[in-house]
């Protein structure tokens, strides 16, 4: 009996949505018979574009949005495409689904509000929604939001003004720019749901290959992301596959996007060579590579008088020089001038760490501890560090 009640839903579920999905005469639209047939059955749909921005959104649950379950699935590790019961949601079941539409990659997801279907349900549900969508010859809006980040990216500041107007934005609603490399898109964009929560922030994104693109807007004129929630996210995302990350937060207007993304461009090849332990990287890191990029390459006394620090510790004896060379190498550029940090680093004991850092400065003949010590450090030690690869190259 129970089986058959399940089978009568199923029934219901989809011959109630067919007659709305292909009720051309009564409908003036796709959208206005995909938003009954969601009322009529208790589910809710959204359609991503394969830049994960939000290109079609029927929701018919107000105290609770696909995104809330969706969240609320990524927080307590719930697998996708199955039935579960999570703390403070009835039971539910969320379905992903790939689709081409006008030659255009879209992914659709689908919510039971009630956990009245099942997986097989759903994905019955989603072919039919697809096909109805062809059928109504429908195809999603165009993807502004993509387009707008872009022109940024492109540093097309005219036409970012123009799509921003689109968008019916302004330019103070903007809080920085990041760019995510190697993690999966689909994983991406889901942390990064996560993450939007968290910060009570929204992301516009824009995807390409196995790049992740996105605008951070603002909550709130004191709109802040900490260090340890942003590092949590690295954490999450690197656990995923994530390769590089670099993110330019404080910027309001479009010239400073403009320039984020320009300043990412520009060093997002350069920067892991000269903070090799790292994996996410900052304005501040950023500008440390372009200005020592600049540097290497207009050569002359600027350059020799950054080498010239270093010239004690070149001119220690052979394995000496190298150790002493490495060891504050890792110490600076690499560690955040943590001796513990240091040795994990170097696999030594940190016992042999501050006693090679008593030799650095002996030879330096410096306080390496001192704040503009450090600065001329950073700067000749990431010198140094891209000399080496040039070289090898």
Not at 74 to 87: L, P, Y
Not at 288 to 300: D, K, Q, R, V
Not at 337 to 352: G, R, Y
Request: hydrophobic residues 40%; proline residues 1%.
């Amino acid at each position: 009996m129970a089986e058959q009640g399940s089978n009568s839903f199923s029934n219901s579920l989809i011959s109630n949505t067919i007659f709305h999905l292909l009720n051309f005469e009564r409908y003036p639209g796709f959208q206005t018979a995909l938003r009954e047939a969601a009322v009529n059955n208790d589910f809710q749909v959204i359609v991503f574009s394969e830049q994960f921005n939000r290109v079609l959104s029927i929701e018919t649950r107000y105290d609770s949005s696909a995104e809330e379950v969706l969240l609320a699935r990524i927080e307590q590790n719930i697998k996708d495409n199955t039935k579960s019961v999570i703390e403070g949601y009835e039971q539910f079941v969320t379905f992903w689904r790939t689709m081409m539409l006008g030659g255009k990659k879209y992914t659709m997801l689908l919510v039971d509000n009630n956990g009245n279907f099942s997986e097989d349900d759903l994905c019955k549900l989603s072919e039919i929604i697809e096909l109805a969508m062809g059928m109504w010859n429908y195809v999603p809006e165009r993807d502004v939001v993509s387009e707008f980040i872009g022109a940024l990216r492109r540093g097309n500041r005219s036409l970012a003004a123009i799509l921003l107007d689109e968008l019916a934005m302004k330019e103070d609603e903007f809080y920085g720019v990041f760019m995510l490399k190697g993690a999966d898109k689909e994983v991406c964009h889901r942390l990064i749901l996560e993450f939007e929560h968290r910060c009570h922030i929204t992301c516009l994104l824009q995807s390409d290959n196995n790049c992740v693109t996105g605008v951070i807007l603002r909550a709130g004129r004191n709109t802040c992301v900490s260090p340890e929630i942003w590092a949590d996210f690295m954490a999450k995302l690197k656990e995923s596959g994530l390769a590089l990350a670099f993110n330019y937060l404080g910027i309001n207007s479009i010239d400073g996007l403009c320039n984020g993304f320009r300043m990412i461009n520009e060093t997002e090849h350069i920067v892991p060579q000269i903070f090799t332990a790292k994996k996410s990287f900052s304005k501040y890191e950023m500008a440390i590579a372009s200005n020592c990029t600049n540097i290497c390459l207009n050569g002359g006394v600027l350059k020799n008088s950054y080498q010239q620090l270093l010239k004690p510790l070149s001119d220690s004896e052979g394995l000496k020089s190298t150790q002493l060379m490495d060891t504050l190498e890792t110490f600076v550029l690499d560690a955040g001038c943590s001796i513990v940090e240091t040795a994990k680093l170097m696999n030594i004991h940190a016992n042999t760490v501050q006693y090679r850092l008593k030799h650095i400065r002996e030879e330096l003949n410096v306080d390496i501890s001192d704040s503009s010590v450090v600065l001329g450090l950073t700067i000749a030690l990431a010198i140094r560090r891209i000399d080496k690869e040039v070289r090898s190259i």
